[in-house]
């Protein structure tokens, strides 16, 4: 009986040993994927129940989209656009908007000066030093005043530096150093049903909201608009994660906590569908202003449309999409720009430019991609039909001026 007894003490004390060795296993493993808080708040979670195997992986997913926020949201920031109550009462023309703001005949020239808050965005620093990437819609008003507000809810003056007038991005520069950037990843490695996160200024109010989806679709090309300007965004990311007003100029991350876009839109013709740009097109803007303290962006000349071959003779000729030169419905909207590249190279509305350096267009790198794949300075060959027949032109590009 004495014998029985001590095999059964070896035993339980092999039982006890193994569920320790498991559990400090269990603890150890999830430790070196997400930080030691989150890791002993889940290996708690796990330990005091028994749960299932598949219950454990979505525990694991779930700690591993909460290490990630908690490693990014400091980098995020909401921007704040404001503008001098005078300034304000001189652009509208709605006396009711004016009747809100001030009741009286005349404002002093303390409340003239008086900064008010007119839109809102958000952003995200790239550096330690204090620069920030946001959306050029965001932050477009020339007048205005720029404040930037943090995960801490401490507000900055911020310094507006530059646009990128073929994309929808900005970049802001805050005063100090110390600041949590964010890590810039690959979005030439995004892939359709990888999940993403999107974190932003929620209808200019809700900072740093976070939401959750997966990679919907690749290179796809949208228009971000506001009452002020458009930008039409080439090869855009599109995510079913929800991206709402006030999101614009946030970033969209991977589950390494890797920037792979910048959100900037939503449809407004279905549900579940937003659009980043992908962060590899905002980092040539980001090292120009590091490099020169702007961006500096090559340029054509011209005003095209993207068309597909359409009349037999186009159709012998081996292309399947083209950039029609052409003027816009507006007036002043000419279709190749008064001592442009184009001009000075003798191109016309109504040519096709079919192929840059005898690389041809495409749906996936139209115009606007191969022209930014150049430097001011650059010369390339054009290769472009004109009533049906095929001609060629050499043209150094220029820098875009403002």
């Known amino acids: 009986m004495e014998e029985l007894n001590t095999h059964r003490v070896q035993f339980v004390l092999v039982v006890a040993t193994a569920s320790l060795v498991g559990a400090l296993v269990g603890s150890v493993t999830t430790g070196f994927l997400f930080s030691s808080d989150q890791s002993a708040v889940t290996a708690k979670l796990i330990a005091d129940r028994e749960v299932d195997p598949h219950v454990v992986q979505l525990i694991e997913e ?67 030093d204090g620069l920030i990437l946001t959306n050029s819609h965001v932050v477009d008003d020339p007048s205005a005043t720029f404040f930037v507000v943090d995960n801490n809810g401490k507000e900055y003056s911020a310094k507006f530096i530059d646009a990128d007038p073929f994309q929808d991005i900005a970049i802001l520069d805050v ?27 929620t209808l200019s109010e809700f900072r740093n909201t976070v939401t959750k989806g997966v990679v919907s679709g690749m290179d796809r090309r949208v228009t971000a608009s506001t009452n002020n300007s458009a930008e039409v965004i080439e090869k855009a990311i599109q995510t079913d994660a929800a991206i709402n007003p006030g999101n614009s100029g946030g970033p969209l991350i991977n589950l390494f ?19 980043a740009i992908p962060i590899d097109q905002a980092k040539r803007a980001i090292s120009d202003v590091i490099a020169s303290g702007r961006i500096i962006r090559p340029w054509l000349g011209v005003r095209y449309v993207l068309v597909e071959p359409e009349s037999a003779i186009e159709s012998s000729i081996s292309y399947d999409l083209g950039a029609l030169i052409a003027s816009g419905n507006q007036p002043g909207q ?69």
């Open 175 to 201: 005063e100090g150093t110390g600041f949590h950037a964010a890590t810039l990843g690959d979005s030439q490695n995004v892939r359709i049903g990888q999940t993403v996160i999107a974190i932003g200024n």
């Open 257 to 275: 906590g890797e920037v792979i876009g910048v959100n900037t839109a939503v449809s407004s013709q279905g549900e579940s569908i937003g659009f």
């Open 62 to 128: 779930e700690s591993a989209t909460i290490s990630v926020v908690n490693d990014v949201a400091p980098s995020v920031v909401s921007v704040v656009v404001k503008q001098p109550r005078s300034e304000l009462m001189r652009s509208t023309a709605s006396p009711a908007y004016v009747q809100f703001f001030h009741s009286g005949d005349s404002l002093t020239q303390e409340e003239a000066q008086e900064l008010v808050e007119v839109s809102s965005g958000t952003g995200f620093f790239v550096s330690t």
């Open 334 to 402: 000419v279709a190749v720009f008064a001592d442009s590249p184009a001009q000075r190279a003798g191109l016309k509305e109504g040519d096709v430019i079919i192929s840059i350096n005898n690389k041809n267009l495409s749906h996936a790198s139209a115009l606007s991609e191969r022209i930014s794949e150049f430097h001011p300075g650059d010369v390339i060959k054009i290769t472009y039909l004109r009533s049906g027949v095929i001609e060629e032109t050499n043209l150094t590009l220029m820098e875009y001026q403002r």
